[in-house]
Nanobody, 123 residues
Framework: QVQLVESGGGLVQAGGSLRLSCAAS???????MAWFRQAPGNGREFVTA????????YYADSVKGRFTISRDNAKNTVTLQMNSLKPEDTAVYYCTASRILVPTTAPGRYPYWGQGTQVTVSS
């Protein structure tokens, strides 16, 4: 059983930065790890993903160049560095995991989810 715990959300002004962390427990060595977000009234939106082996990364166009995903296999953690934040980045951010071979933007393909952490960007 995989368990995911996010941390690092908060309130920041537009243009600022935040770092989210996801601590994973269980056998995740071959899993794809991803971040999704959900703003009020919207569905869950793919943000970024990384493969545990090889470290290939994938980004939504809306965050490309501003967000960076990384992982520490030894510590079983995934980090999301968010720079140049915009008010439209405001959402609950979820860490997810899946045994799929290639990341997908479909939230239904990720069976494991954390509890979410709120990110609020003020204008």
């Amino acid at each position: 059983q995989v368990q995911l715990v996010e941390s690092g959300g908060g309130l920041v002004q537009a243009g600022g930065s935040l770092r989210l962390s996801c601590a994973a427990s269980g056998a995740t060595s071959s899993y794809v790890m991803a971040w999704f977000r959900q703003a009020p009234g919207n569905g869950r939106e793919f943000v970024t993903a990384i493969r545990w082996s090889g470290g290939s990364t994938y980004y939504a166009d809306s965050v490309k160049g501003r967000f960076t995903i990384s992982r520490d296999n030894a510590k079983n953690t995934v980090t999301l560095q968010m720079n140049s934040l915009k008010p439209e980045d405001t959402a609950v951010y979820y860490c997810t995991a899946s045994r799929i071979l290639v990341p997908t933007t479909a939230p239904g393909r990720y069976p494991y989810w954390g509890q979410g952490t709120q990110v609020t960007v003020s204008s």
